[in-house]
């Protein structure tokens, strides 16, 4: 076989990365082989994940955790959720790393590049919640096509970076700005370098709320690959698939983004309600925005079993999109009566909150455990999987444990 143009250095570095050493004799390498080591990937050590996390794909890898794993009150890396559409980007060089911002609603466009963003712009630093819109998807009834995922597909780091309104007022914005775009570097499933593999956006208010930002670091460190080092965009509170990971660009719009995935029936639910299993035309679909209230128990695992006599403690976190929780309660009697928890404030706005009670038991026996969040707006949590739709969204049924007094 003929031997063509060798692999760049930074593709280098970026497998050294994935490996952890260095390739000996990487120069040699022909120009788009993988080596052996990332072939057939463990992924929990390849990207630094609890082995007790779930493998849903892997050509994109979509990885979830289990509740336990979410005890944490700021998400570590080895518990988040991964989320991909295409393949991950091989050549990465922060040095070089730009990001442009562009479109038909920006007064002048600009290319940054990273050192420039941290220089010019003051950084923030926010948690906030990150859900996938799929997430609890494996409830549907009939089947909704997609990743199956339970109720893992959700996070809360702490995230630093610029605000992305800093950015733009730097760039100048017309009038009849009305969504951003985003514009990454991973690959299509096709290896087709020609197609986008995600463009999403957000309408112009949520782009210019404090807390979307232009992130370069989680949990006070560099963003892990896998979460879209070296630069991401992160917007809190909305469908994770609006926090684009490697993102090199950002484009203001004068209408609503038309990229990849925002078309269709993509992160879209009905306009309203529906039977299961109908079918809806694209333009009766509503893009979803901000996520609806919803609440996990993280302590104990769903199965504990407990001594007759002994209080069981329980924890966990909720969160409410763009709204804060006000009210958090369980029920041990499968919804027929329920009782408050405690609920701590956010740490910030978009930040999950965090719960706690103390639960005793009538008599030995079987028991669920249910917990039930209510948002500012008086909405509370459905004890059974809400309206169904074509793409299984939004599901935000009362999470539920298993407990057994003996």
């Given at each position: 076989m003929k031997r063509r143009d060798f692999v760049k250095k930074t593709t280098l570095s970026s497998f050294a990365v994935l490996i952890g050493t260095e390739l000996v004799f990487g120069?040699?390498?022909?120009?788009?082989?993988?080596?052996?080591?990332?072939?057939?990937?463990?992924?929990?050590?390849?990207?630094?994940?609890?082995?007790?996390?779930?493998?849903?794909?892997?050509?994109?890898?979509?990885?979830?955790?289990?509740?336990?794993?979410?005890?944490?009150?700021?998400?570590?890396?080895?518990?988040?959720?991964?989320?991909?559409?295409?393949?991950?980007?091989?050549?990465?060089?922060?040095?070089?790393?730009?990001?442009t911002i562009d479109g038909e609603s920006v007064k002048n466009e600009k290319t940054y590049t990273l050192a420039e963003l941290k220089s010019k712009f003051e950084k923030h630093t926010y948690q906030l919640t990150i859900e996938c819109g799929g997430n609890g998807r494996n409830e549907f009834d009939p089947p909704a096509k997609g990743?199956?995922?339970?109720?893992?597909?959700?996070?809360?780091?702490?995230?630093?970076?610029?605000?992305?309104?800093?950015?733009?007022?730097?760039?100048g914005i017309k009038s009849n700005a009305v969504y951003i775009g985003f514009h990454t570097i991973d690959t299509h499933l096709s290896n087709d370098p020609n197609k986008e593999v995600i463009s999403r956006?957000?309408?112009?208010?949520?782009?210019?709320?404090?807390?979307?930002?232009?992130?370069?670091?989680?949990?006070?460190?560099?963003?892990?690959?896998?979460?879209?080092?070296?630069?991401r965009l992160?917007?809190?509170?909305?469908?994770?698939?609006?926090?684009?990971?490697?993102?090199?660009?950002?484009?203001?719009?004068?209408?609503?983004?038309?990229?990849?995935?925002?078309?269709?029936?993509s992160y879209k639910v009905p306009c309203d309600p529906i039977a299961p299993g109908e079918k809806v035309r694209d333009e009766d679909m509503c893009i979803i925005e901000s996520m609806p209230v919803k609440s996990l128990i993280t302590y104990p695992k769903s199965g504990a079993i407990i001594k007759k006599g002994t209080s069981l403690n329980i924890r966990g976190h909720a969160?409410?999109?763009?709204?804060?929780?006000?009210?958090?309660?369980?029920?041990?009697?499968?919804?027929?009566?329920?009782?408050?928890d405690t609920i701590?404030?956010?740490?910030?706005?978009?930040?999950?909150?965090?719960?706690?009670?103390?639960?005793?038991?009538?008599?030995?026996?079987?028991y669920e455990v249910w917990a039930r969040a209510t948002d500012s707006n008086g909405n509370a949590q459905p004890m059974i999987v809400p309206g169904w739709n074509p793409k299984g969204y939004l599901n935000n049924a009362s999470h539920r444990i298993a407990v057994k007094v003996k």
């Open positions: 120069s040699q390498m022909l120009e788009g082989y993988t080596p052996l080591a990332l072939q057939k990937t463990d992924p929990f050590k390849l990207f630094d994940k609890n082995p007790e996390m779930i493998v849903l794909n892997d050509k994109p890898w979509n990885i979830e955790a289990q509740t336990h794993l979410l005890d944490d009150k700021i998400t570590p890396n080895s518990s988040m959720f991964v989320r991909n559409n295409g393949l991950l980007p091989k050549a990465i060089d922060h040095r070089t790393w730009t990001l990743n199956q995922w339970t109720v893992g597909a959700v996070h809360c780091a702490s995230w630093s970076g610029v605000r992305l309104r800093d950015v733009l007022e730097d760039v956006g957000c309408p112009m208010p949520k782009a210019m709320q404090d807390e979307t930002i232009l992130a370069f670091q989680m949990n006070g460190k560099d963003i892990p690959l896998i979460h879209g080092y070296p630069l992160v917007a809190g509170g909305w469908p994770a698939s609006v926090s684009g990971k490697w993102v090199n660009r950002i484009s203001v719009r004068d209408k609503i983004h038309d990229g990849p995935k925002m078309t269709g029936a969160w409410a999109g763009e709204l804060e929780v006000i009210k958090m309660e369980y029920s041990i009697d499968f919804g027929s009566t329920w009782k408050t701590e404030k956010p740490s910030n706005r978009l930040a999950w909150q965090h719960f706690s009670t103390t639960i005793d038991f009538p008599k030995p026996g079987y």
